[in-house]
């Protein structure tokens, strides 16, 4: 429903009863139909979040995810029929637009403005991709510099100005690519272009166009003509090129696939001196505005929008990934962007990105303060019903639930999948018990996050078909009653905290170890790079005596912003533990490159095939190990990639881990040869490097190798790992690991060391408290690492380890949540948690988890499982 603007109702006051200010809106929305009002001069739309029950005070706080947008797409029901089902939470979110999935438009605009109408106090929301379009969305308009692209290719052939199909003669086809896509049914789509003077692309000669086929051997492809509203076009011999669009997707099978927008903020512009980004707000503003088709709506969430990109966002015919001078202008860019929709749209206006895309969510968009919240697509992670990253989680959700622009607004998206290996694109949800469901309902409560879903309970049993299902723990089970847990009467609790503290009585500035100089003695430290150039800032605790199985590390951390970014953007936290043999594998290694033969080293150019990729638990027969999964460059060039990590080499230490190659490796490789190196670290300055290992291997199997480091006992050293295609450059099927790398004492039992587990967290200026916890921990002693992006100051307020399971509950007016991440069964004891009150359990519906939620009252204490949480009601 739009609302305008007038004397009688020009805001919303905080005193107007909302009785009164809904017959507000409704005499508004009405004097508006009558006269004609949309032909007027147009008129600001009025939005009330704070009017939302979801953005209300009780607990939880619930809402349906696309279920409701694929619903509405159904030609066969009715509006009546949708909203009775969909109207059951707190909220609706989905798709309306054409953006990415085709005939969406038809009705569900309609109905999503019709159900805000007929239930104001609803949340109702866009779902729209942040990153990509599909071209033949309204896309006319855009510049093609307003796109990103991969590596121009030069083009070798005159190429007439003709309809229909040509065949083009390139430098290399092979960037060229069909069978592509999710689902390995697309081709890439182009761009042709002359070349300007400066030797950028000529934007003003410019022509889209489809690939349908490529010749490898002879270095042609052949193209459909004149695409996406262009004409075709002459491009002479050795002054055109062509590039394929950076593209994701199709997301649907019938779908397109979407092209990259250009956020950066050097994006070419138009010849009005617009960029990418000016065009997309002002769709956005039209959509929702005065007249639009989403102007009853109260914002929308971007699914996927990324600080990082890969490809030419400046038009040279390079890769850049949208970087200069070292600085992510295209990470800069997006939080320009939604610095522009925030000032077009207002406060009131909602809007949400993707927050956990990467590892950890290194990749998502980093727009604090301009955003009311994220989305955890899947929570912890997407394939993460172990629960590994407990901690990063809520970490994630804590950190933007203070940071963000008010009212703050994330959500969990529940939902697990994994692919179905037969069908390319195709996924699945995996068979989990419900007890690992109610522990991400229970992170949600901790995070002050809403909840929607993908990943449905059983149907109910009411209606003509059943409706689509409702977790219990969402409306207290069998009395179907919204907002049942209340409000919170305190923050969420981490019961390690009243336990003791491994590190007290010790001066935290003299454990520390790293490249770093210490301010600071009992109270705060200021820590800083030794080297003003590092990319990271990293600083270790060795030696923590351990006492048991579990651990959680609690941080209270503040840091300076990076040099050349916004002062709001914060900084990627990763902490990291191990023990016994000091393990070699993290998520980020401290340095990538590769080798191309007769060139100088550079970093990995994804363009070339070529790549150095973290893969926990990569399985191999029957053993699984922490992985770095690695090509050598295969597309125009040969040669090598490398990894490095920076080790101060103990006494009696060798070097041992598994190679291991993909499983048509055999067939079809000749082998990579894998290579270790090692040189000298003093004073900042790296030595020559001297080869300790080589060996060549193309076996489906991992191969145990171990390498004395004696030489370099006591000392810094710099170990790289290279992977080489080898000398023939036979780079097929090159697909090589480096399994659970680490350095070990001579004659030493690896029944007790503790892998490496990593989780992250953010950091600003503002301090903040992290919690991060550590499972199955075997060895005596542990190191604690921490490394922050960027070298700029940080300041470390409070580090505590805490020999004790993540245990966590939080006290509500009407409930207790009980959440367990642990391995082993957890007691909680009721009356040191909310002394003085009666809990009962759940009464589950039928088709859901009765022998938990059995309605029996819980006294005294109460035992949850093993990765589980009880949902308890107060009496």
């Not at 707190?90 to 403005?113: H, Q, S, W």
């Not at 963000?404 to 179905?420: G, L, R």
């Amino acid at each position: 429903m739009t609302i305008y603007r007038s004397k009688f109702c020009s805001s919303r006051s905080p005193v107007l009863p909302w009785t009164a200010w809904l017959l507000c809106v409704w005499l508004n929305a009405t004097i508006g139909q009558l006269l004609s009002i949309s032909a007027a001069e147009p008129l600001a739309v009025v939005r009330a979040p704070s009017e939302l029950t979801l953005l209300g005070p009780d607990y939880p706080r619930v809402f349906f995810f696309r279920a409701a947008e694929g619903a509405a797409r159904r030609p066969q029901g009715t509006f009546d029929a949708w909203e009775t089902e969909f109207s059951r939470l707190m909220g609706i979110m989905g798709k309306c637009l054409d953006e990415e999935v085709l005939d969406t438009e038809a009705r569900n605009p309609d109905f999503f403005a019709r159900f805000k109408q007929r239930n104001p106090r609803q949340a109702v929301l866009l779902h729209f991709n942040g990153n990509a379009r599909d071209p033949r969305y309204h896309a006319e308009h855009y510049h093609p510099g307003h796109w990103v692209y991969r590596r121009a290719i030069r083009i070798l052939s005159d190429v007439p100005a003709e309809e229909g199909l040509t065949t083009i003669r390139v430098e290399d086809a092979r960037d060229f690519r069909t069978a592509t896509g999710r689902y390995r049914t697309s081709n890439d789509d182009l761009a042709l272009f002359g070349i300007a003077a400066d030797g950028k692309h000529d934007w003003k000669h410019c022509e889209q166009v489809q690939l349908e086929s490529v010749d490898a051997a002879a270095n042609t492809i052949v193209v459909r003509r004149g695409c996406y509203g262009t004409k075709p076009l002459a491009f002479p011999t050795g002054r055109s090129r062509a590039a394929a669009h950076a593209a994701e997707g199709p997301w649907g099978k019938h779908n397109h696939l979407m092209w990259y927008y250009n956020h950066a903020t050097h994006c070419p512009r138009d010849a009005q001196g617009r960029t990418c980004d000016d065009l997309l707000v002002d769709d956005l503003a039209a959509w929702f505005g005065p007249g639009g088709k989403l102007a009853a709506f109260d914002g929308l969430e971007f699914d996927v929008l990324f600080h990082q990109t890969h490809g030419d966002t400046d038009g040279d015919g390079e890769v850049d990934d949208g970087v200069v001078g070292g600085v992510n202008q295209y990470g800069i860019g997006v939080i320009e962007f939604a610095r522009k929709l925030r000032d077009k749209m207002g406060d009131d206006f909602l809007i949400l990105a993707d927050g956990a895309l990467g590892p950890g969510g290194v990749r998502s968009q980093r727009a604090w303060g301009l955003l009311n919240g994220i989305e955890s697509e899947g929570w912890p992670n997407l394939n993460d019903w172990d629960f590994d990253d407990w901690s990063g989680g809520l970490n994630r959700h804590r950190f933007w639930q203070a940071n963000a622009h008010p009212p703050a607004f994330s959500y969990i998206n529940h939902k697990w999948i994994q692919p179905v290996p037969e069908n390319p694109g195709e996924t699945t949800t995996p068979d989990v018990p419900f007890s690992r469901h109610r522990l991400a309902f229970a992170a949600a409560q901790f995070a002050d996050a809403m909840l929607c879903y993908s990943f449905p309970p059983p149907r109910d049993t009411d209606g003509p078909r059943g409706q689509l299902g409702i977790w219990d723990e969402f409306r207290a089970g069998a009395e179907n009653r919204l907002g049942w847990l209340g409000r919170p009467e305190g923050p969420a609790i981490h019961l390690a905290a009243k336990t003791p503290n491994l590190l007290a009585g010790h001066e935290l500035a003299a454990k520390l170890r790293g490249d770093v100089t210490i301010e600071g003695g009992s109270g705060p430290l200021r820590i800083t790079a030794e080297q003003s150039a590092a990319s990271d800032l990293e600083f270790s605790i060795p030696d923590i005596a351990t006492a048991g199985s579990d651990l959680v590390v609690m941080v209270r951390m503040s840091g300076e912003p990076r040099a050349g970014y916004p002062a709001t953007m914060a900084r990627f936290v990763r902490v990291e533990l191990s023990g016994g043999s000091v393990t070699l594998m993290s998520p980020m290694p401290n340095h990538t490159g590769m080798g191309l033969r007769g060139r100088p080293e550079t970093p990995i150019n994804s363009e070339t095939g070529a790549r150095v990729t973290y893969r926990p638990r990569q399985t191999i027969g029957d053993v699984t190990l922490d992985a770095y999964s690695i090509h050598p460059p295969y597309q125009g060039a040969k040669g090598y990639v490398y990894w490095c990590k920076d080790v101060d080499v103990p006494e009696q230490a060798e070097l041992r881990f598994s190679l291991g190659m993909g499983e048509k490796s055999p067939e079809r490789s000749d082998g990579v040869w894998f290579e270790v190196w090692a040189a000298e670290i003093a004073d900042g300055e790296v030595a020559e490097f001297e080869r300790l290992f080589a060996q060549d291997t193309k076996a489906h199997e991992w191969t145990a190798c171990r390498v004395p480091l004696d030489k370099y006992a006591g000392r810094s050293v710099r170990l790289k790992f290279v992977a080489d295609c080898g000398p023939r450059d036979h780079a097929v099927t090159d697909q090589g690991l480096w399994g659970n790398v680490r350095i070990g004492t001579v004659g030493q039992d690896e029944s007790t060391d503790t892998p490496l587990v990593s989780s992250m967290t953010w950091l600003n200026k503002q301090p903040f408290d992290s919690a991060f916890y550590f499972r199955d921990v075997r060895s005596p002693t542990i190191r604690l690492n921490v490394r922050v992006e960027g070298p700029e100051p940080v300041t470390l307020e409070r580090l505590e380890v805490h020999p004790h399971p993540d245990a966590m509950c939080r006290v509500f007016e009407h409930g207790l949540v009980l959440a367990n991440p642990g391995l082993a069964p957890y007691t909680f004891d009721l009356s040191a948690i909310s002394p003085g009150r009666q809990y009962r359990r759940l009464q589950a519906t039928a088709r859901q988890d009765t022998a938990v939620n059995n309605g029996a009252p819980v006294q005294g204490s109460v035992q949850v499982g093993e990765r589980d949480a009880l949902f308890l009601l107060r009496q």
